[in-house]
């Protein structure tokens, strides 16, 4: 059975900080790893990650992916309240079956 | 613009009572999917649909049922819902199975 786990679970930081989330998986026919955004309501596309060791970068969010060890980290420097939000990690199969992790919940303070 | 429109977005039924989720995209996507979120749990696929004609089951699939008729729709069937199926439902569709999903605003159910 195919599995993403994510953590932490929640985090709380002021405004400033910089955050690492992370994202380990387990998932039979392995293509690409995406980070999604979810505010109020659906989830926004952040990134998609096919090849280990290549940095995806916008604005002040950065992702990166490690095929040998499974493993992804989603970075926000200098977060900001608007950063708040619940952050999915998902694995993906070659044909199109998405398996998300649980979330982490992000909060970010004044 | 470039949607996925759900509808309805909130319905309370009772449990037995068939009921149909639908999803409409405009993007001309092949790749459509169902899925659900609970607390704790994340977002668990459903159904998935690589194009017309073509669905296989997702993680739950169990107590729905989905349909592939033509390339811009993809319904969700509850044939008889019961309470654990109350739950916050996203479609998503993307181009091909290998490009990121775009999401619904989804669909919030409760089965009584």
């Known amino acids: 059975e195919d599995k993403v786990v994510q953590s932490p679970l929640s985090l709380v930081v002021h405004e400033g900080d910089t955050v690492t989330l992370n994202c380990s998986y387990e998932v039979t026919n392995f293509r690409s790893l995406l980070w999604y955004k979810q505010e109020k309501k659906a989830p926004t596309f952040l990134f998609m990650l096919t090849s280990s060791g290549i940095e995806k970068k916008s604005g002040r969010l950065s992702s990166i992916l490690d095929k040998k060890e499974l493993f992804s980290i989603l970075n926000i420097t200098a977060t900001q309240t608007g950063d708040s939000a619940v952050y999915l990690c998902?694995?993906?199969?070659?044909?199109?079956?998405?398996?998300f992790g649980q979330g982490t919940i992000l909060t970010v303070h004044p | 613009e470039a949607q996925v429109t759900q509808n309805p977005r909130y319905l309370i039924t009772v449990t037995g009572k068939k009921l149909t989720v639908t999803c409409s995209q405009n993007?001309?996507?092949?790749?459509m999917s169902w899925y659900r979120q609970d607390p704790g749990l994340g977002l668990r696929q459903i159904y998935y649909?690589?194009?017309?004609?073509?669905?296989d089951k997702g993680d739950v699939p169990e107590g729905y049922k989905v349909s592939r008729k033509e390339k811009r729709n993809f319904p969700l069937i509850l044939e008889s819902p019961s309470p654990n199926q109350t739950s916050l439902y996203f479609c998503?569709?993307?181009?091909?199975?290998?490009?990121?999903?775009?999401f619904g605003d989804g669909t919030r159910l409760s089965i009584l």
């Open positions: 998902a694995g993906g199969t070659s044909y199109g079956k998405l398996t």
């Open positions: 993007m001309n996507h092949e790749y």
């Open positions: 649909s690589m194009n017309v004609e073509v669905t």
């Open positions: 998503a569709s993307s181009l091909t199975p290998n490009q990121p999903q775009h």
